[in-house]
Every structure is written in C-alpha cells, then in structure tokens.
C-alpha cells in the first residue's frame, strides 16, 4: 500500500507565500509521476502541478503558471509545491496523489492515491 501525508497548508494574506509538503510510504517507487490537486467548496477537484518520475518533467494548470513550482526529492519519497503569489481564489483543500501507472497525467482518474489534503486559506 501507498500513504501520503501532506503538510504546510495555512492561513495567508494575498501576494504571501506557503510551501506544501507531501511525504510518500509504503510500496513506492522513483519512477511514478506525483501530483498536486486542490478541491475548493462546491466545487470539482482539479488539477494543480505534476512532475515526472524520470525526466523531472513539470506541468502546471494555466492560472498558477509562473507563481508554483513543484519539485520532488527521490531520496526522501518527497514531493513539494512552492506556491508564491497567492491569491483569493487559490484557497482550497490541496491533496498530493501518485497515478494508476508511471505515466504522467493532468487528470484525477488517473491517480490512485490521494493524501488527506491540507487546507490553504488566501484571506484578500
């Protein structure tokens, strides 16, 4: 089995900063992709960040572009999302998750596992 367990959410003005943090156990490899998502009230989950397992390749939804940067570190099992710039509509629950298979993916039925999530409140 596979556990993921983030932390670093909080409560931050507009134009502040936070770092998420995602720590993997159990039957985990190097190889699989990791992605963040976020889930807001009332609305769909949807798709925040992803890097490879391989190349480090990064993709990111169009609205955080060039304010979060996501990052991993194989040797910790450790996945990371520097999130700058916040804004009011960035507040949500953010969830780490690993896909079904070592491809890469933008989409939520893709991934298999799926932390708790940890809250992210921008106050504007």
């Known amino acids: 089995q596979v556990r993921l367990v983030e932390s670093g959410g909080g409560l931050v003005q507009a134009g502040g900063s936070l770092r998420l943090s995602c720590a993997a156990s159990?039957?985990?490899?190097?190889?699989?992709?990791m992605g963040w998502f976020r889930q807001a009230p009332g609305k769909e989950r949807e798709f925040v960040a992803a890097?490879?397992?391989?190349?480090?390749?990064?993709y990111y939804r169009d609205s955080v572009k060039g304010r979060f940067t996501i990052r991993r570190d194989n040797a910790e099992n450790a996945v990371y999302l520097q999130m700058n710039n916040l804004k009011s509509e960035d507040t949500a629950v953010y969830y780490c998750?690993?896909?079904?298979?070592?491809?890469?993916?933008?989409?939520?039925?893709?991934?298999?596992?799926w932390g708790q999530g940890t809250q992210v409140t921008v106050s504007s």
């Open positions: 998750a690993i896909p079904r298979t070592e491809q890469i993916s933008t989409l939520t039925d893709e991934y298999a596992y």
């Open positions: 159990g039957r985990t490899s190097s190889r699989y992709a």
């Open positions: 890097i490879s397992g391989s190349s480090g390749s990064t």
